[in-house]
């Protein structure tokens, strides 16, 4: 899939989900982004980091390094610490 095909895709998804809005919800939205993605044959990681001053958890979707569903400014915090 070229990354235009997972933009376009993830661009499906982040609409439909601002239709709940619900905030801090980033394991079950990643989840689902990760879900979505792969019943579409598209080959991608549910990545989970943390950063430790302030301790912080936060979780993303990844097909190779291009970030879906989230910012590079937003998990560049982050250390990967698990990549399902």
Same mark, same amino acid.
């Given at each position: 899939m *070229? /990354? !235009?095909?997972?933009?376009?895709? *993830?661009?499906l998804? #982040?609409?439909?989900?601002q239709?709940?809005p619900?905030?801090?919800t980033?394991?079950?939205d990643?989840m689902?982004l990760l879900?979505?993605?792969?019943?579409?044959?598209?080959?991608?990681?549910?990545?989970? !980091? #943390?950063?430790?001053? /302030?301790?912080?958890?936060?979780?993303? #979707?990844q097909?190779h390094?291009?970030?879906? !569903?989230? *910012?590079?400014?937003? #998990?560049a915090?982050? *250390?990967?610490?698990?990549?399902?």
């Amino acid at each position: 899939m *070229t /990354p !235009g095909q997972a933009a376009a895709r *993830t661009a499906l998804f #982040v609409r439909a989900r601002q239709l709940v809005p619900a905030r801090d919800t980033c394991l079950p939205d990643s989840m689902a982004l990760l879900h979505f993605l792969r019943s579409r044959n598209m080959a991608c990681r549910l990545v989970l !980091g #943390v950063r430790l001053d /302030p301790f912080e958890a936060h979780c993303w #979707v990844q097909d190779h390094d291009m970030i879906l !569903g989230d *910012t590079h400014e937003r #998990v560049a915090c982050f *250390t990967p610490i698990l990549q399902l």
